[in-house]
């Protein structure tokens, strides 16, 4: 029996409506509890921020086409060598992270757990066998259903239950956690050489427009109770004026919604809120979408802001990932096309001083800033797409400090700063607000009841940042703030000390969450009689070998959830 | 003892002020050991170390000695035997001569100064890493000897003279600068290059098919030298809609004759 008493931190904990209150945390194995006995240790974090452990939702750092990436940048981390410790390994950055190293720097920002956000599920045996590689954090993976040929054929022939129980098979087949949706219809398009842009137009030889698909699939979300919302990608990434088509997207759920959670989570809008008809006259549809957003219960978005500098992008968009390279001339590398999927990796600097990227990161902070309610906007960067995760600490500045985003607007190209409404924005983000976007609502929208909060029962999972509440105020002493979030004082994970001072402690193995939905047994049967005839047509892998055995997994936790059929 | 040492202290910048104690103190990695530098070399001073320009020479067979002249901003170095592999990686100023063969990546990122080699470099010379689109950006590099392939590769500006011949690709993907190849060229020449020039003095058995050719001149300048021709002049690559510039000696290659027909 461990037991650790955290004591006198300035604790910010949302979801129970604790506001920057002084107060002791119990932790017993693992869980927050009532109280310890006096043998447990004491770790003093007076004039310290205490948050849940961080919780992103949208990071890509396990799979296929990440692993890729890392082959097709040695430069990315030649610049950028960790040699090993007597705990750590060794490793290498940049923005594409050895496995090793993803851990380590999450950790030290205080995140505890991390959503592997794009896998095409013929490959997920790899995306799993990646995040086992991973220290520390707790992990999962949303398999990829936009542009499956199964889930097309299910839907158009209008077999709802059928592909419900297709879904239920494919996620406990690769154990994953969600259903994600890429450009859906649009990359299939794509391979038969076609541009889809609007919700509309048919996918060729399936007949099924990708308006269909989201419907669909977001019934059949709710048919199988998944814990988090369609995670969706949404047609025409990264052509101006497509922020219409985002518009379009969330509202073509709208009936569907109910009361009691999102139904569509709307991810980095900052690649598909751009206004305009040209990259000449490209502009932020930000204050369109956050309007939207604030307007409407059944939608949350990310912006997957844009952090200026050398990254890599990388999604599982084959098509706009296409555009990319022809338009920056940057070398590219086409992957998963092979799977269920596709995707494409081109390495990218965004410069202050393009137009186009200057307004790009305007957006991100704008929706950031315009949509009212933090229990509806996640903190992402899509890691490595707008940036590295380690850029969070500078953007989390950016939303705290008027004065911080300032600076960097001060030095952006000016055309863009001139039709950026962002220079009139005046909120600043509080540090509740900070753990609702990190932390609480992203916890909350993926459906982790034992996540984001710091309540009795739940995981002992905390980030303690060495921040004096009482003296420093974030919206001058963003710097401070910066580095301070940067480098977690403590991080505790699991009721273990994985941090101190910024340093990595100890390197415990994190769990990986999947979700199995329990369909009725006739109609999981019936399907995946027929789906065995369908492997034989269309696989290169018989059925009986595709599934990912749970005792593949280090350590998966299972979260069995009831289907309505 | 084939051990490669890593050393990216050795420089005179890095030496510049320091007593003779601290620099024989100075930490390289012999393999996964970590070392001395009097471990490796007999260190001796003459002269006074306060002086800016100062003279680092090795003697002997330095080649499995990495990085020598790593980030080099002043002075100058000696190398009497040969050096080994990433001699005067990003330096930015002062000169390099070496009396025996250079390695491969000889000066790659290099951003200014001189590296003068005697004998024989290996591949890769002013190029960058594999992956990174950041070659030589500035400074001479004269190769008495033969040199690898791929000179120059991803150059962005400078001058590269090869005495001897240099294997396959020199000049690829370059955008700028010079690349002078006094004698034979292993071919494919300049693929992918999007700007500059690559000057080849001897033989070469085939232009990519992705150069148009231009004209026949004279001669052609190499910084303030003019070389003697004639030249056929091709353009490209057109794949990278480059305008990077091949010349090629007429008369030491006669298999090239049919480019005159599109010339008239």
């Known amino acids: 029996m461990t037991e650790l008493l955290l004591r006198s931190g300035i604790v910010f904990d949302p979801l129970n409506r604790i506001r920057g209150e002084k107060m002791d945390l119990a932790i017993r194995d693992g869980r927050i509890v009532e109280t310890v006995s006096s043998k447990a240790k004491i770790i003093d974090a007076s004039g310290m921020v205490v948050m849940p452990g961080g919780v992103d939702i949208h990071s890509h750092i396990a799979g296929s086409k990440v692993n890729s990436g890392r082959i097709l940048r040695p430069e990315d981390h030649e610049k950028d060598a960790e040699k090993r410790t007597s705990i750590t390994r060794a490793g290498v950055g940049y923005s594409i992270p050895s496995t090793f190293t993803t851990g380590y720097r999450y950790a030290k920002m205080g995140y505890t757990t991390v959503f592997e956000p794009a896998t095409p599920p013929l490959k997920t045996r790899h995306t799993h066998e990646e995040l086992d590689q991973i220290p520390i954090i707790d992990k999962a993976c949303f398999p990829l259903f936009g542009n499956n040929w199964f889930v097309m054929e299910y839907l158009k022939e209008g077999k709802l239950e059928e592909c419900a129980a297709y879904v239920a098979w494919m996620l406990n087949a690769v154990k994953g956690y969600a259903i994600k949706i890429v450009d859906p219809g649009g990359v299939e398009a794509w391979g038969w050489g076609r541009y889809l842009k609007r919700l509309d137009e048919e996918v060729p030889h399936f007949a099924i427009t990708p308006r269909e698909i989201l419907r669909g699939l977001c019934k059949i979300n709710k048919l199988l109770g998944m814990p988090h919302a369609i995670h969706v990608h949404t047609n025409n990434l990264g052509n101006p004026g497509n922020y219409l088509t985002t518009i379009e997207t969330m509202d073509c759920v709208a009936d569907l919604a109910n009361s009691e959670k999102p139904i569509i989570h709307i991810t980095h809008v900052q690649f598909t809120g751009l206004t305009g008809n040209s990259w000449l006259n490209v502009g932020s549809g930000a204050p369109e979408i956050a309007d939207y957003v604030n307007k409407h219960d059944h939608v949350t978005v990310d912006p997957g802001q844009v952090v200026f500098g050398d990254t890599t992008t990388m999604t599982a968009d084959g098509p706009f990932q296409f555009l990319l390279h022809k338009l920056s001339g940057n070398k590219w590398v086409n992957v998963d096309v092979e799977g269920e999927t596709g995707a494409g990796i081109v390495p990218f600097r965004y410069r202050r001083s393009n137009y186009v990227n200057a307004v790009q990161w305007g957006i991100g902070l704008e929706l950031m800033l315009l949509v009212k309610d933090p229990w509806k906007i996640y903190l992402t960067t899509d890691h490595p797409n707008g940036g590295p995760f380690t850029s969070y600490p500078k953007v989390i500045t950016w939303l705290m400090s008027k004065d911080a985003r300032g600076r960097v607007l001060a030095r952006i190209n000016k055309n863009a700063r001139r039709r950026l409404d962002l220079p009139g924005i005046n909120r600043e983000y509080t540090f509740e607000e900070i753990a609702i976007v990190t932390r609480a609502g992203t916890s909350k929208s993926l459906g982790l009841k034992q996540k984001g909060h710091l309540g009795v029962g739940a995981d002992a999972d905390i980030a303690v940042y060495s921040i004096d509440v009482s003296s420093i105020d974030p919206s001058r002493d963003h710097e401070f703030v910066r580095k301070a979030l940067a480098k977690a004082a403590y991080t505790i994970k699991k009721g273990e000390m994985v941090v101190r001072e910024g340093e990595i402690v100890a390197t415990p193995t994190g769990t990986t969450y999947w979700v199995d939905p329990k369909v009725s047994n006739d109609l999981m049967q019936e399907t995946t009689a027929s789906l065995s005839a369908k492997f034989e047509d269309y696989y290169t892998v018989r059925m009986a070998n595709y599934s990912v055995e749970e005792n593949y997994l280090e350590s998966p936790t299972k979260i069995e959830v009831p289907a309505e059929v | ?264």
């Not at chain 2, 320091?18 to 100075?26: E, G, H, S, V």
């Not at chain 2, 002043?74 to 070496?98: F, N, P």
């Not at chain 2, 500035?138 to 791929?150: L, M, P, Q, R």
């Not at chain 2, 030249?231 to 057109?238: M, P």
């Open chain 2, 1 to 264: 003892m084939s051990v490669p040492v890593e050393c990216s202290e050795i420089s005179p910048n890095s030496f510049a002020g320091k007593t003779l104690d601290q620099i024989r103190a100075t930490e390289v990695w012999e393999g996964n050991q970590r070392n001395r530098l009097d471990d490796i070399f007999q260190v001796k001073e003459e002269g006074s170390t306060a002086s800016e320009m100062l003279t680092v020479r090795i003697v002997g067979d330095a080649s499995r000695i990495r990085k020598i002249g790593y980030r080099m901003t002043e002075g100058s170095m000696v190398v009497e035997g040969d050096a080994g592999m990433y001699l005067g990686e990003e330096m930015s100023s002062g000169s390099i001569i070496v009396s025996g063969n250079g390695g491969a990546w000889l000066g790659s990122k290099m951003k200014g100064g001189a590296i003068e080699v005697k004998g024989n470099a290996g591949d890769f010379v002013g190029s960058c890493y594999r992956g990174s689109t950041k070659g030589m950006k500035g400074g001479t590099i004269t190769v008495h000897g033969n040199a690898g392939t791929e000179v120059g590769c991803w150059m962005r500006n400078g001058t590269i003279r090869i005495k001897g011949n240099s294997g396959m690709f020199p000049g690829m993907h370059m955008n700028n600068g010079t690349i002078y190849i006094e004698k034979d060229c292993g071919g494919r020449a300049g693929a992918q290059m999007t700007g500059g020039k690559v000057i080849i003095g001897g033989y070469v058995a085939a232009i990519l098919p992705s150069f148009n050719v231009e004209e026949v001149r004279e001669k052609v300048k190499v910084g303030e030298e003019k070389i003697p021709g004639p030249f056929y002049v091709f353009t490209g690559d057109v794949n990278e809609n480059g305008n990077g510039k091949l010349f090629i000696n007429v008369a030491k290659n006669p298999h090239l004759k049919w480019c005159g027909e599109y010339l008239e």
